[in-house]
C-alpha cells in the first residue's frame, strides 16, 4: 500500500481534489470529515472539549465559531485542543488504514499535514496549489468568514509555497477542472507505475 498524503492550504481545493481520487476508486480518510463527526452530535469528542472549554458545545456538538473564538488566537488553547483532537484522529487513521489494508494506494486528506508533523505517516505528498487570489476569494466567499479570520488560519499554516516545494506531486487547481483532473490522474499512474513522485 502506498499511503499518499493530501495537503494544501486552507481555500486551495483540497476537497475537490479528494473527490476526484476517491471517484478514481482510491479509498480517501478525510481528517476534516472525522473531525466533524467526532464534534458532531454525540461525537465522542464533545464532552472532553466542552471540560476544556465551557460553553462551546450544546446539543448539535461543537459550536465551531464558539470554539474558535476560544482557541484561534490563544496558542496554549488551541494546544489543549489538539491534545484532545489528534490522537482521536490517529484512531480513526489507523482503523481506516486495517479496513483498506488490501488497497494499492490509499489518501489521507490531511489539512494540516505538515503543521502536526503528520508527513511521518505517509509515503508520499500531494499539495493543490492555486493563485493567493484564488484562494483569498473562495476563502472569503464561505459564510461567516472574514479577513481577519482568514489571515489568523493562513498564519497559523505552512505557507502553501513551502509546502508545494517539499511535495512530491503539486495538482493545481486555479484553473479548469479538466487540468485538475488530469494532474490527479497522473499522480495516480505515477503511483501504480512506482514512479512516485
Do not use: W, Y
Not at 493563485?131 to 502553501?160: C, H, W, Y
Request: with cysteine; net charge negative.
Amino acid at each position: 500500500m502506498i499511503k499518499l498524503g493530501l495537503t494544501g492550504s486552507i481555500g486551495m481545493g483540497k476537497s475537490t481534489v479528494a473527490a476526484m481520487f476517491a471517484r478514481s476508486g482510491v479509498p480517501v480518510f478525510d481528517a476534516d470529515a472525522v473531525v466533524h463527526r467526532l464534534q458532531g452530535p454525540g461525537g465522542r469528542l464533545v464532552g472532553a472539549i466542552e471540560a476544556a472549554f465551557p460553553g462551546t458545545t450544546g446539543p448539535s456538538g461543537v459550536d465551531r465559531a464558539r470554539l474558535g473564538k476560544a482557541v484561534l488566537a490563544d496558542a496554549p488553547a488551541l494546544k489543549r485542543l489538539e491534545a484532545i483532537v489528534h490522537p482521536a484522529v490517529a484512531e480513526e487513521r489507523a482503523a481506516f488504514l486495517h479496513d483498506h489494508a488490501d488497497a494499492p494506494i490509499v489518501l489521507l486528506d490531511i489539512p494540516l499535514l505538515f503543521e502536526t508533523g503528520g508527513e511521518a505517516g505517509v509515503d508520499r505528498i500531494a499539495v493543490v496549489d492555486a493563485p493567493s487570489s484564488v484562494q483569498r476569494a473562495r476563502v472569503l466567499a464561505r459564510p461567516g468568514m472574514t479577513d481577519e479570520k482568514f489571515e489568523a488560519i493562513v498564519a497559523r499554516q505552512v505557507p502553501n509555497a513551502e509546502k508545494v516545494a517539499r511535495a512530491d506531486f503539486v495538482i493545481p487547481t486555479g484553473g479548469g477542472i479538466a487540468e485538475t483532473e488530469a494532474a490527479v490522474a497522473t499522480v495516480i499512474a505515477c503511483l501504480r507505475d512506482g514512479k512516485g513522485g
